[in-house]
Nanobody
């Protein structure tokens, strides 16, 4: 069982930055693929980024590539999403998710989900 708790959301002006954190409970955190998703009002949830062990196992949605950076600290049981050059269209509730299997997060399948954190980007 893994419990995920996101934090770090807030209100920021366009062009600004935010860093989201997702704290995971459970001793098997390092064995999970971790990812970030977002859901804007009236839209479906969309994949943002996923990471396994390191730089060779990171994938981004095209809409955030070059602006967002996902990272993880297995010792702290935490995954991060550094968001730079934010745009109003990045406004959404951001969710953290975990899956034991490769490739599942990219298609929206998570074994565990956090409760979400709101990110609002003003123009």
């Amino acid at each position: 069982q893994v419990q995920l708790v996101e934090s770090g959301g807030g209100l920021v002006q366009a062009g600004g930055s935010l860093r989201l954190s997702c704290a995971a409970s459970g001793r098997t955190f390092s064995t999970y693929y971790m990812g970030w998703f977002r859901q804007a009002p009236g839209k479906e949830r969309e994949f943002v980024a996923t990471i396994y062990w390191g730089a060779g196992s990171i994938y981004y949605a095209s809409s955030v590539k070059g602006r967002f950076t996902i990272s993880r600290d297995n010792a702290k049981g935490t995954v991060y999403l550094q968001m730079n050059s934010l745009k109003p269209e990045d406004t959404a509730v951001y969710y953290c998710a975990a899956n034991r299997l490769p490739g599942r997060l990219q298609v929206g399948v998570g074994d565990y989900w956090g409760q979400g954190t709101q990110v609002t980007v003003s123009s």
